[in-house]
Nanobody, 123 residues
Framework: QVQLVESGGGLVQTGGSLTLSCAAS????????VGWFRQVPGKEREGVSC????????IYTDSVKGRFTISRDNANNAVTLQMNSLKPDDTALYYC????????????????RGRGTQVTVSS
């Protein structure tokens, strides 16, 4: 069964850090580009970061550059998102997604996506 499961969210104060994990089952995540997205009720979904397969090139939305780092954990069939210097504006439901097409590159679609993990940053 193909599945993506996010973990690592929580409540943190401004300036704090969290590490999100996106674990895959039923397929090899390392073969495809993977993106992290965030969603706030009433607002459009925002692409936060993405990592390619192969060269592992990364992209970030401007608001998180220098604070967030996306990386692969192929041993655990996962992708992580290290989030530092968190701000209240980072509060959202974070989820990972991929479009499992060979050779797919960032930005990715959301053919497969997880249910998400809530990140709340208090001021």
């Amino acid at each position: 069964q193909v599945q993506l499961v996010e973990s690592g969210g929580g409540l943190v104060q401004t300036g704090g850090s969290l590490t999100l994990s996106c674990a895959a089952s039923g397929f090899t995540l390392g073969r495809y580009a993977v993106g992290w997205f965030r969603q706030v009720p009433g607002k459009e979904r925002e692409g936060v970061s993405c990592i390619n397969s192969g060269d592992e090139a990364t992209i970030y939305t401007d608001s998180v550059k220098g604070r967030f780092t996306i990386s692969r954990d192929n041993a655990n069939n996962a992708v992580t998102l290290q989030m530092n210097s968190l701000k209240p504006d980072d509060t959202a439901l974070y989820y990972c997604a991929t479009n499992p097409v060979p050779g797919s590159r960032c930005p990715v679609g959301t053919t497969y996506r997880g249910r998400g993990t809530q990140v709340t940053v208090s001021s």
